[in-house]
């Protein structure tokens, strides 16, 4: 498998902290053949990158079920399926979001100002079938 997901962003980017794999939808297929879902995800990061004029340092992408729940405690959350976390500083956020907001409105966008981790949350698991939780719809905008 090629070192590039998209564009701009690398497996290394994308996998587990953890395990160091991809989701198993990824790791053992070709671009061809994985879920549309992540061609989306990964075709809206590559605009986030062009609009912001560099890249976005991704803090956060796939996690495992093991990770996630040392994580958040749950098993089952966006970044099982395919989420990313950016690296963009706290005073960046609200232009960020509008950048986002102007381009892929549709994305699921989540700020998070935790002390230990400034990152701004984002995927399209509303593009998930069957759908586990109204919290996936399209657009939702949260912060923490």
């Known amino acids: 498998m090629p070192n590039m997901l ?3 962003l690398t497996t290394d980017d994308f996998k587990c902290h953890h395990c160091g794999l991809l989701p198993p939808d990824i790791q053992n297929m070709g671009e061809s053949s994985w879920p549309q879902m992540y061609d989306v995800l990964f075709a809206d990061y590559d ?10 340092p991704p803090t956060s992408g796939y996690r495992c079920p093991d990770h996630e729940f040392e994580v958040s405690g749950s098993r089952l959350s966006p970044h099982i399926f395919g989420a990313l976390d950016l690296g963009i500083t706290a005073d960046k956020h609200s232009e960020f979001v509008q950048m986002v907001n102007n381009i892929h409105p549709e994305v699921r966008l989540g700020t998070n100002n935790h002390p230990d981790a400034t990152h701004v ?7 998930l079938v069957p759908r586990y939780s109204t919290a996936l719809a399209k657009s939702i905008r949260w912060v923490e």
Do not use: A, L
């Open 121 to 127: 949350h984002f995927d399209v698991c509303f593009m």
């Open 6 to 8: 998209s564009e701009y």
């Open 47 to 56: 605009d986030f990158v062009k609009m912001w004029g560099s890249k976005i």
